[in-house]
């Protein structure tokens, strides 16, 4: 900053400390269990047989529902903040043949979801509850599938019902929609009838149990990741001799395991995932297409199908077949027109329209250029173009690209290599303005990655071992990755969001191959993924990728010289187990629930069953204790348990035959750290200083206004749902004086405004759709407190789950708010320094001389999770030109002195050993006339401490130019100062106030003009 008359340089130095947490699990105290037993005999219950009970997540609202033999209301609630009321009736009345059997509660829309049967019509009932306000009726799929028996919430506002006919059904109900019936397609044959479905958010697995009189129990899975693409597994988890007839069940989050209960039989169920691998996906197929090559497939997004037309087994082939991923089976298509028969021709589906488009392809006529669609709905094939400005061609590659919302076209055969680019858009091909043009191949692979808006190319013919890659705007461009797959042709590519890149697989050049290798955009680098269950050796074969990244192949021709018919994926298996717990020929369990984890009570399951049974779960030692229950009757059940989160304590209910129930009262004591799976994580959070050393427990120098040194807040984010659905990541900084536990601020500073309170000073932004980094606090042009530096702060995905988000700034005045001594004050135990993560929770941010910082990641549902920080200034000195007297002037004749202005006060801030010191630039010098000068001793200044070095009262003169000849204003030592704008804002020696004079002898012959120069203050600390 400059002025007329002076100029600034201004020194600054910080220390900025940082400590680091590890999430570690404590000690368990042993508990006492659930204990204590008491009566439970609301009116609502006389003729009320209770089948489930669910509570809200803030544990206020219990709700009940069942079947009311009376036919005036079958759901009551139960307000824990209002406990003199009791229970009360919804405000609903359902018909008299209404049967209500399960109920769940998601904490997303904070909707309790009821669902049961009409017992007159045998159509399902679905009904929401949002309390304090009305009853939603959904409409269900109807069909004879059965009663809906039990429902489990699912994050991003899902459910799943199931029936006891063995079907299962999710619902989305913001959209509103239903979604699948297919699970009786993946179950055993037989009638098998579910009774219970839990979620496990460890695995993002439901799982359903059941059974019947005539088969064991089973136990069913399924994936939930993704809304349209859900995948069953059976399991039979029962011992043969038992026949369980699992009827409820319950998922542990905190220990990874459920519990099933059901005739006689208490079961332990453990879900392992394995990691995506190969193997045979059609093994439930009665039928398949022959075997083949050069034929395409194209899974078709929300549909679950992947649609395979064509391909050579000695002969043209011109069959339509259709692959259900959920029952994981081929049904042959019969459409009235369809393409001629063909091979060497490329299919891709274009998520905008819903259909599959087909283009080219070598038939017995030769090659052509015709293009078709496919709906998956309707099953029909329309020919929409029969030419294109592409031409005839064979072995060419196609992709749909988001970002366009059109299907690319690229290269392939005709009378020699091609590299035309065109797209399709619903009606017709046009002709892409490439840039850079691509190189001149065929029987290439090609996918678009719709995360970095890039189409990533690799191989084919001519250029076996290249990798290229398309840019909207630039057109091709070939890439050097430090490591690249080996050479091929005739192999096939597809984007996987679980690879995070584009996937290739098979092919041939000196050799067939059998490998899969990914490529990452942000880190340009291929990667080999090495599966244990490789398929066959394969080239000229059809690959897709579906839902969760999976990747399917189908066809092709193999190392032994044959075509090929199975249908591969490389995706995730589960693998169920069950372990029996209790096994008694006189009881029957009808329920479960575990108690939540509390930082007061430790998780315990209950278990209820016939003639009043209770028994509870310890789940360190997997047993099984009897409850006593004195209220318990021969031939009165209870079917349903629900568990309150603990306070001081917590409680149960456990009800069931009409007449009442009891109340279970936990006393449980305990320390347990878990990590919540649905929410996303800040893994860790680290500082480091503008050299890029870590400055965990160390020091930073911090220069106000030079840009020269910068802080790096680097941080890793995880979610299980995967990157793609973080929306934005947030980075506030704030001083509080050292309040304990209060988290990031809402009011927000104006450069040294409001001292002493809670002042929201910093705030930067990345927003994942479109990239948009942004400073959004401070805003004030021309006294920025921090400045981000865009371009060292990035977000970078670098799996599936995890991504590494920078943001870099530099600090600036803001930081006078927080002195920081050279040693953090606050109590032993409230800061946690191991060597990674390092961050905090909020309980910790209370040191008096640090900066408070949260870093706050959030989903697409709005979950959020924060990790928190302390920086601190070490030392702190700042001037600014507003800071300083204004410009000096006035006259006098030659030989006279002359007082240039009135004497105004140097302002400067500083908690430590500092020194103010001021030079002049150049000499005075003539404005009119440049030779004209007058001497550096010419100039004197005059108050400050300059009595220190000279006589009281009068002035010193320089001797010269430069800082060499500096002259020492004011000197202070002593203990550090808090120079927050409430203690001190203006220093000038010793803390005093004082002023700054200038006065200058103007030499005798001096000629008359007017003489001007520069001074120079420079504030600097020990």
């Given at each position: 900053m400059r002025s007329v008359w002076g100029t600034l340089a201004v020194c600054l130095a910080a220390l900025v400390v940082l400590s680091t947490l590890s999430l570690q699990p404590g000690a368990r105290a042993e508990d006492s269990g659930a204990t204590a037993v008491e009566p439970v005999v609301p009116p609502q219950f006389a003729n009320l047989e209770v089948r489930d009970i669910a509570w809200s997540a803030n544990n206020t609202l219990c709700v009940v529902v069942g079947i009311d033999w009376s036919a005036t209301g079958n759901c009551a609630f139960y307000n824990d903040t209002n406990t003199a009321n009791g229970w009360q009736p919804l405000p609903f009345i359902v018909g008299a043949n209404d049967r209500l059997l399960g109920v769940d509660y998601d904490p997303i829309s904070n909707y309790f979801v009821m669902v049961g049967v009409n017992t007159g019509t045998f159509n399902q009932l679905v009904y929401l509850w949002y309390p304090g306000s009305t009853w939603f009726t959904i409409a269900t799929?109807?069909?004879?599938?059965?009663?809906?028996?039990?429902?489990?919430?699912?994050?991003?506002?899902?459910?799943?019902?199931?029936?006891?006919?063995?079907?299962?059904?999710?619902?989305?109900?913001?959209?509103?929609?239903?979604?699948?019936?297919?699970?009786?397609?993946?179950?055993?044959?037989?009638?098998?009838?579910?009774?219970?479905?839990?979620?496990?958010?460890?695995?993002?697995?439901?799982?359903?149990?059941?059974?019947?009189?005539?088969?064991?129990?089973?136990?069913?899975?399924?994936?939930?990741?993704?809304?349209?693409?859900?995948?069953?597994?059976?399991?039979?988890?029962?011992?043969?001799?038992?026949?369980?007839?699992?009827?409820?069940?319950?998922?542990?989050?905190?220990?990874?395991?459920?519990?099933?209960?059901?005739?006689?039989?208490?079961?332990?169920?453990?879900?392992?995932?394995?990691?995506?691998?190969?193997?045979?996906?059609?093994?439930?197929?009665?039928?398949?297409?022959?075997?083949?090559?050069?034929?395409?497939?194209?899974?078709?997004?929300?549909?679950?199908?992947?649609?395979?037309?064509?391909?050579?087994?000695?002969?043209?082939?011109?069959?339509?077949?259709?692959?259900?991923?959920?029952?994981?089976?081929?049904?042959?298509?019969?459409?009235?027109?369809?393409?001629e028969g063909r091979y060497g021709h490329a299919m891709a589906y274009d998520k905008n329209r819903m259909e599959v488009i087909l283009y080219g392809g070598q038939t017995s006529g030769g090659l052509q250029q015709d293009t078709w669609t496919y709906n998956i709905t309707s099953g029909i094939w329309l020919n929409r173009a029969s030419s294109s400005p592409l031409g005839i061609l064979r072995d060419h590659a196609m992709t749909f690209c988001d970002s366009l919302g059109r299907v690319v076209c690229y290269g392939g055969y005709n009378a020699g290599a091609k590299n035309d680019m065109a797209s399709w858009g619903g009606a017709a091909w046009a002709t892409m303005s490439v840039g850079s043009p691509g190189p001149l191949t065929y029987e290439h692979a090609m996918a678009y990655d719709p995360y970095y808006n890039l189409i990533v190319m690799f191989g084919g013919v001519g250029f076996e071992g290249s990798t290229y890659v398309y840019n909207f705007t630039t057109g091709w461009a070939a890439i050097s990755p430090p490591t690249i797959p080996p050479s091929r042709s005739g192999h096939t590519a597809a984007y996987s969001s679980y690879l995070a890149g584009v996937a290739i697989y098979g092919g041939q050049y000196s050799g067939y191959l059998d490998d899969v290798w990914y490529y990452n955009c942000s880190a340009n680098r291929w990667y080999s993924y090495v599966p244990c269950n490789l398929p066959a050796q394969l080239a000229t074969h059809a690959m897709t990728a579906g839902y969760n990244g999976m990747l399917y192949v189908f066809g092709g021709y193999n190392s032994s010289g044959a075509d090929h018919y199975q249908t591969y994926v490389l995706g995730r298996q589960l693998d169920v187990n069950g372990t029996v717990l209790s096994d008694n020929a006189t009881k029957t369990w009808y329920a479960v629930c575990w108690y939540p984890y509390t930082a007061t009570a430790d998780t315990e399951a209950l278990i209820v069953g016939n003639d009043g049974n209770i028994s509870r779960l310890d789940p360190n030692v997997t047993y099984i204790q009897p409850m006593e229950n004195p209220y318990a009757q021969l031939g009165r059940h209870l079917y349903a348990v629900g568990c309150k989160a603990p306070t001081s304590p917590g409680y149960a209910f456990a009800l069931g035959s009409p007449g009442g129930g009891v109340k279970i009262n936990q006393v449980s004591a305990g320390s347990q750290v878990t990590v919540g799976a649905d929410v996303p994580h800040v893994v860790w959070l680290n500082l480091n200083n503008s050299a890029g050393s870590p400055i965990n427990n160390g020091k930073i120098n911090v220069d106000s206004g030079s840009y020269s040194s910068y802080v790096v807040m680097d941080a890793e984010i995880y979610s299980k749902w995967g990157t793609a659905n973080f929306t934005q990541i947030d980075l506030y900084g704030w001083h509080d004086g050292g309040s304990t536990g209060v988290d990031q601020p809402v009011t927000m500073g104006n450069g040294f405004d409001a001292p002493g309170a809670e002042n929201l000073r910093l705030h930067y932004r990345y927003t994942v759709a479109g990239g948009i980094l942004a400073q959004v606090y401070p805003n004030h042009p021309g006294d920025l407190e921090s400045v981000l530096w865009n371009g060292n702060s990035f977000y970078n995905p670098f799996n599936f789950t995890s991504a590494w988000v920078r943001f870099s700034f530099w600090p600036m005045k803001q930081f006078r708010h927080a002195p920081g001594p050279p040693v953090w004050t606050e109590p032993a135990g409230s800061r946690y320094s191991y060597a990674v993560n390092g961050q905090e929770n909020a309980s910790a941010l209370n040191d008096p001389y640090s900066w408070d910082f949260k870093l706050k990641v959030t989903l697409a549902d709005g979950m959020n999770s924060s990790a928190y920080e302390e920086l601190g200034v070490y030392k702190y000195t700042y001037i600014g030109a507003g800071n300083l007297p204004g410009d000096q002037s006035g006259s006098g004749p030659p030989g006279g002195t002359v007082y240039l202005a009135p004497t105004g006060n140097v302002s400067f801030v500083s908690n430590c050993n500092y020194s103010l010191k001021v030079y002049m630039d150049g000499l005075l010098r003539g404005v009119n006339d440049a030779n004209r000068t007058m001497p550096a001793s010419?100039?004197?200044?005059?108050?400050?401490?300059?009595?220190?070095?000279?006589?009281?009262?009068t002035q010193a003169h320089f001797n010269g130019t430069g800082s060499a000849n500096a002259l020492y204003l004011f000197a202070w030592s002593g203990g550090y100062l808090s120079p927050r704008a409430a203690d001190v804002l203006t220093h000038t020696g010793q803390g005093a106030v004082g002023t700054v004079g200038w006065r200058c002898i103007v030499p005798m012959g001096t000629a008359e003009d007017r003489y001007s120069t520069t001074v120079t203050f420079v504030l600097e600390h020990d």
């Open positions: 799929p109807g069909g004879a599938y059965g009663a809906f028996m039990d429902v489990a919430c699912i994050p991003a506002t899902r459910f799943m019902a199931i029936t006891d006919q063995g079907f299962a059904f999710y619902y989305h109900y913001l959209s509103p929609t239903w979604y699948y019936n297919e699970t009786k397609g993946a179950l055993p044959t037989g009638a098998v009838s579910l009774n219970n479905v839990m979620y496990d958010p460890n695995d993002g697995i439901v799982l359903m149990s059941g059974g019947s009189t005539l088969t064991n129990g089973c136990a069913y899975g399924a994936w939930t990741q993704d809304l349209f693409a859900e995948r069953f597994y059976a399991f039979n988890v029962g011992p043969n001799s038992s026949f369980p007839m699992f009827r409820g069940g319950d998922w542990c989050q905190q220990y990874d395991y459920g519990v099933l209960a059901g005739n006689r039989n208490i079961t332990k169920i453990t879900v392992d995932t394995d990691p995506y691998n190969w193997f045979e996906d059609d093994i439930y197929s009665a039928t398949s297409p022959s075997a083949r090559r050069e034929s395409t497939i194209a899974y078709c997004g929300g549909s679950g199908k992947i649609v395979l037309f064509g391909g050579w087994n000695g002969t043209y082939m011109s069959d339509t077949w259709e692959y259900n991923v959920f029952k994981k089976t081929w049904t042959k298509m019969n459409p009235a027109s369809y393409p010419a100039l004197g200044v005059m108050g400050g401490d300059l009595q220190n070095w000279s006589v009281p009262g």
